[in-house]
Nanobody, 129 residues
Framework: QLQLVESGGGLVQPGGSLRLSCAAS????????IGWFRQAPGKEREGVSC????????SYVDSVKGRFTISRDNAKNTVYLQMNSLKPEDTAVYYC??????????????????????WGQGTQVTVSS
C-alpha cells in the first residue's frame, strides 16, 4: 500500500521552529517530486514548497522564503520541511504530496496541487503565544 505519513507538527510560539517529516511507505521516493501544502481554516490549500526528485531544484512561496527549507533524504525515504521564525499566519494543516517524475523531469518542481499523485493525511501546525 502506497502511503505518505507526515509528522512533526505541534504547538509552537511565534519565532519558534518545527521540522516536519514526510515518510513514504510502499514505494521509494527517489523517483518522486515532493510538495508541501497547507490549509488554514476557511482558506484554500496553498503550496508552500516543493523539491524535485533529484533534489537539485527547490521552490518556495514568497511568504516562507528565508524561513523554511525543504530537503530530502532518499536513504531514509523521507522529505523534510524545516520551519524557522514561525508566525501565527503559518498556522495550518500541512500536507505532503508526491508526483512521479520521469527521467527528463527529475530536476523539475511542481507547484500545482492538482498534479500530485499521492497525499498524506496532514499534520497540524499551530503558532500561538
Amino acid at each position: 500500500q502506497l502511503q505518505l505519513v507526515e509528522s512533526g507538527g505541534g504547538l509552537v510560539q511565534p519565532g519558534g521552529s518545527l521540522r516536519l517529516s514526510c515518510a513514504a511507505s510502499g514505494f521509494t521516493l527517489d523517483y518522486y517530486g515532493i510538495g508541501w501544502f497547507r490549509q488554514a481554516p476557511g482558506k484554500e490549500r496553498e503550496g508552500v514548497s516543493c523539491i524535485s526528485s533529484s533534489g537539485r531544484s527547490t521552490s518556495y512561496v514568497d511568504s516562507v522564503k528565508g524561513r523554511f527549507t525543504i530537503s530530502r533524504d532518499n536513504a531514509k525515504n523521507t522529505v523534510y520541511l524545516q520551519m524557522n521564525s514561525l508566525k501565527p499566519e503559518d498556522t495550518a494543516v500541512y500536507y505532503c504530496a508526491a508526483i512521479y517524475a520521469s527521467l527528463d523531469s527529475r530536476d523539475r518542481t511542481y507547484g500545482s496541487a492538482k498534479l500530485y499523485d499521492y497525499w498524506g493525511q496532514g499534520t497540524q501546525v499551530t503558532v500561538s503565544s
